[in-house]
């Protein structure tokens, strides 16, 4: 069965960073491209980032440009997003996603201190 596991997420100051996690298992996870997707409170979800199978191709939405980095470690079957927050949209649910968003984890929360 085909798992995606988010992990990482909790508190962040304002120009402070993070790093998700996103455990992969059921699948053959160095054969698909993988990505995250995030949904702000009371917002839809909006894509952030996605990277090629290998790990050797990556594309960014504008907003996340620049601040976030994706990458991926095949051999743990693990994905990654490091994000350094500067705006209130970066405070949302965000989503490990498989090959173009047709599988989805459930999610791992990151929330502004204040």
């Known amino acids: 069965q085909l798992r995606l596991v988010e992990s990482g997420g909790g508190l962040v100051q304002p120009g402070g960073s993070l790093r998700l996690s996103c455990a992969a298992s059921?699948?053959?996870?160095?054969?698909?491209?993988m990505g995250w997707v995030r949904q702000p409170p009371g917002k839809g979800r909006e894509w952030v980032s996605s990277?090629?199978?290998?790990?050797?191709?990556?594309t960014y939405a504008d907003s996340v440009k620049d601040r976030f980095t994706i990458s991926r470690d095949n051999a743990k079957n693990t994905l990654y997003l490091e994000m350094n927050y500067r705006q209130p949209e970066d405070a949302a649910v965000f989503f490990c996603t498989k090959s173009n968003e047709v599988e989805w984890g459930q999610g791992t929360q990151v929330t502004v201190s204040s």
């Open positions: 059921g699948f053959t996870f160095s054969g698909y491209a």
């Open positions: 990277i090629s199978n290998r790990g050797g191709s990556t």
